[in-house]
């Protein structure tokens, strides 16, 4: 098997600037994920919030997962657990407007660190679509402006621990999926491995390195960019040691944004109405998702197709 790509961001300031876009386009093309060094946002950063992640769960989060695996009797499952996940999680929501004041539990040197590494993700992440543009062929700021819909990006965090699991055989820290959204940069534990993405019909670990930030595409990238991108599963297997802290933060489109396959990226010969991805408003593909996260992507794009289709074919609905 090939090497997971890792992309050493400071290499796109030099002569090997390059080779550095072409082993980002393809590992868009050929997995869905990459793995970012040097990527800018300091060691120290990640340091202040790796340990006050890890503090938060063992003060206020730990007693209640286990107060919980305790009430469902996962301890003792015999069969696989095929409707619930393994892990302690909180959200918090930056754009287009924060809720870290509302989220309970959290101290206040805990929130302004949050807020703080939110802003230089946010940063990280529009670098990465324009970089994704340059590869494309895209002018550069699409991405960012078909994602901004009226009232901007939605943007958040799942901050999610995955404790010691008695039965990793029988339960998943998180069930096989796909993301529905656009970027998703994740800052994980490098200590204590888990994440796998599915890779010509393999599993393949994605490597617990220090400091790194890893990189994947959501289901409208794959849209967007008419295929040439794809969406891949992937899923967070369980331990019988250590506690696996991860921070997935979700750059996404603005709900009301109107995502559709980019005219330049659809074969000339397909401009009729052969994109094989619907036009959709993104919010009406996230209330789909919400009840088929855990199911393949196809199916949803075809019922977008089909909403789109009856919409269109609808005298009162277009009227």
Same mark, same amino acid.
């Given at each position: 098997?090939?090497?997971? $790509? ?35 946002? $300091? ?19 730990? #007693? ?13 499952? #015999? ?11 909180? /959200? ?73 699991? $008695? ?19 994740? /800052? #994980? ?6 994440? #796998? ?22 289901? =409208? ?17 369980? =331990? ?20 559709? $396959? ?32 855990? =199911? ?24």
């Amino acid at each position: 098997m090939e090497n997971f $790509p890792i992309i050493n961001l400071e290499k796109l300031n030099g002569s090997e600037r390059a080779d550095t876009m072409e082993m980002i386009k393809d590992a868009c093309e050929n997995w869905g994920f990459f793995e970012l060094v040097n990527h800018g946002i $300091p060691h120290e950063v990640m340091d202040t919030v790796e340990k006050m992640t890890k503090g938060h769960y063992k003060k206020c989060m730990e #007693q209640r997962f286990k107060e919980l695996v305790a009430s469902k009797g996962l301890e003792a499952v #015999q069969a696989e657990v095929t409707d619930l996940d393994w892990e302690s999680t909180f /959200f918090l929501r930056h754009l287009p407007v924060s809720n870290i004041c509302e989220v309970p539990d959290l101290d206040d040197q805990y929130r302004e660190v949050m807020r703080d590494f939110a802003k230089r993700l946010e940063k990280l992440a529009e670098e990465l679509l324009d970089l994704l543009c340059e590869n494309l062929g895209l002018e550069k700021g699409y991405l960012k402006k078909i994602f901004y819909g009226t009232k901007g990006p939605n943007f958040g965090t799942k901050v999610s621990n995955y404790p010691p699991c $008695p039965k990793p055989d029988l339960i998943k820290g998180l069930r096989a999926h796909t993301d529905a959204g656009g970027i998703i940069l994740l /800052f #994980q534990d490098d200590k204590v491995s888990g994440l #796998q993405l599915l890779k010509d019909g393999q599993w393949i670990d994605v490597p617990p390195m220090r400091h790194s930030i890893v990189v994947n595409l959501g289901d =409208q990238l794959e849209v967007i960019t008419n295929g040439k991108y794809k969406s891949v599963m992937h899923r967070v297997i369980t =331990q019988t040691d250590g506690t696996r802290m991860s921070l997935a933060s979700f750059y996404n489109p603005g709900s009301d944004a109107v995502i559709f $396959p980019a005219p330049t990226l659809v074969e000339k010969e397909a401009e009729e109405s052969k994109a094989i991805y619907p036009k959709f408003v993104f919010d009406d593909y996230m209330k789909l998702y919400a009840g088929l996260k855990f =199911q393949a992507k196809e199916p949803r794009f075809e019922a977008m197709i089909k909403a789109m289709e009856t919409v269109k074919s609808d005298p009162v609905a277009t009227a």
